[in-house]
């Protein structure tokens, strides 16, 4: 059980991976803009979070109120991701404010995931 939890760890870190690392090459290749591979990443962390938030395979009481918030951030960054697609697709680009936060929030989620005990 507890080499699935690690696989599950495992295809977790993949979508945050390929949602910070979309968000990078955007941001040094100065386009700023929302793509796929985003949506796909942050699909990809959340179901994997979901999974992982599971009482199974540990033998100590899951921390709900760190998986809560890293929840409510998944959440936030979803919409800032929905809210500039919608954006680039009627023909504008997506706000400075949205694009970093989406960065800033994914960083965070990240963080909180690591140093929250």
């Given at each position: ?19 910070f ?22 699909a ?14 540990i ?27 919608a954006?680039q ?29």
């Amino acid at each position: 059980m507890e080499t699935l939890r690690h696989i599950v760890v495992f295809v977790h870190l993949i979508g945050f991976a390929v949602l910070f690392g979309a968000w990078v090459v955007e941001a040094t290749s100065r386009r700023f803009g929302v793509t796929r591979l985003m949506n796909w990443g942050l699909a990809i962390a959340g179901v994997a979070g979901l999974v992982l938030a599971a009482p199974w395979g540990i033998s100590y009481e899951p921390n709900y109120v760190k998986i809560g918030v890293k929840l409510v951030v998944l959440i936030v960054i979803g919409a800032l991701i929905g809210i500039g697609s919608a954006r680039q697709r009627r023909g504008g680009s997506v706000p400075p404010a949205i694009f970093w936060s989406i960065g800033v929030l994914t960083l965070a989620n990240a963080g909180i995931a690591v140093i929250w005990r």
